[in-house]
């Protein structure tokens, strides 16, 4: 092969690797994409809520309860263009056959003026409604839709597919695997959340108030939590707290009560001064690992039990 051949040929094959490059996300795996096609059009949420169409849509009322499921979880929305010379039909037919070898379950599918409530042929209003506006003449022909479910035990994941074509073909993918959302994730709580939670249950778990591991020195991270504590104690001045350090159970039993009770000790002394509230309404406390709210056999569960709490007293 000479020279020049060879520099047409590495000139092609960085072109086409910059234009994978370039596309703004990756396929999902339970779906992929039909050979040749392109990306154009990529979204992920790692938790939202997502509407996906499961009857004939009237498109003057769009996507509601009545015509749709409200699913949450993890959302992925992935439009794909092409390739030229292929029918919307056989690209269709293509998603419906590789979800169904991945054990799909179908739970809406439609074709043409089936997918419409009023038996219309404006596919292209359909087109518009479950992609875009500006993107609904690629669907003005050879409209189908599908919606599928996979059921797994750590949640189920559903699948939309919108396939149309006009000059190409084009297949906007939806997907949502459904999980629970993460509740652990709260650290900073207001004046006013205190409040409620201490006039409801007694206490309230804090979880804003940070430490080094093993150590009683409050990082710079804790102000704003600190912040609010000063607040709730200001806007009532008849409330008196213990101040009540948690640790897990990982190390010596004493050893933890004493650094739990430093703990305590460090936030008292923050509250007194640099806040300005009466050292008379704090009294510190070390409770160690001898009240946890979670198991302690994993880290996930045993950061629930790192934490200060304000105990009305």
């Known amino acids: 092969m000479n020279w020049a051949k060879q520099t047409i040929i590495a000139s092609l094959l960085t072109a086409s690797l910059a234009a994978v490059a370039a596309e703004p996300g990756k396929d999902v795996s339970y779906v992929g994409r039909y050979d040749g096609a392109k990306m154009e059009l ?3 949420s ?6 996906l169409l499961n009857r004939p849509l009237d498109t003057r009322g769009g996507l509601s309860s009545a015509n749709s499921l409200t699913l949450q ?3 992925t929305r992935i439009r794909y263009v092409g390739p030229a010379g292929r029918s919307a039909l056989e690209v269709a037919k293509n998603y419906e056959a590789g979800l169904q070898a991945q054990g799909f379950e179908v739970l809406f599918s439609c074709a043409l003026a089936q997918c419409l409530a009023d038996k219309g042929t404006g596919y292209y209003q359909f087109g518009g409604t479950i992609d875009s506006a500006t993107k609904n003449a690629s669907y003005q022909k050879g409209l189908r839709y599908e919606l599928a479910r996979l059921r797994q035990p ?11 074509e006009w000059t190409e073909p084009a297949a906007l993918v939806q997907v949502v695997e459904t999980k629970a959302m993460d509740t652990d994730k709260l650290v900073f709580l207001d004046a006013s959340a205190m409040a409620k939670a201490i006039d ?3 206490r309230v778990s804090l979880y804003g108030i940070l430490f080094d591991t093993d150590k009683a020195d409050i990082k710079a991270e804790s102000k704003p939590t600190l912040a609010e504590i000063a607040k709730f104690m200001q806007a009532y001045p008849s409330v008196n707290l213990v101040v009540t350090g948690h640790t897990d159970n990982q190390g ?7 650094l739990s009770r430093r703990r305590a000790a460090a936030v008292v002394a923050a509250l007194t001064g640099q806040y300005g509230i009466a050292s008379a309404r704090l009294i510190p406390f070390g409770a160690g690992m001898a009240a946890p709210v979670a198991s302690n056999a994993a880290e996930a569960t045993r950061r629930k039990n790192r934490r200060v709490e304000l105990v009305k007293r």
Do not use: L
């Not at 790692?46 to 509407?51: C, G, L, M, T």
């Open 200 to 202: 409801k249950d007694g």
């Open 73 to 75: 979880g993890k959302s």
């Open 252 to 258: 010596n039993f004493d050893h933890n009560v004493d």
């Open 46 to 51: 790692d938790f939202d809520e997502v509407r």
């Open 42 to 44: 990529y979204k992920q």
């Open 154 to 164: 750590s949640g189920d994941v559903y699948v939309a597919i919108t396939v149309g």
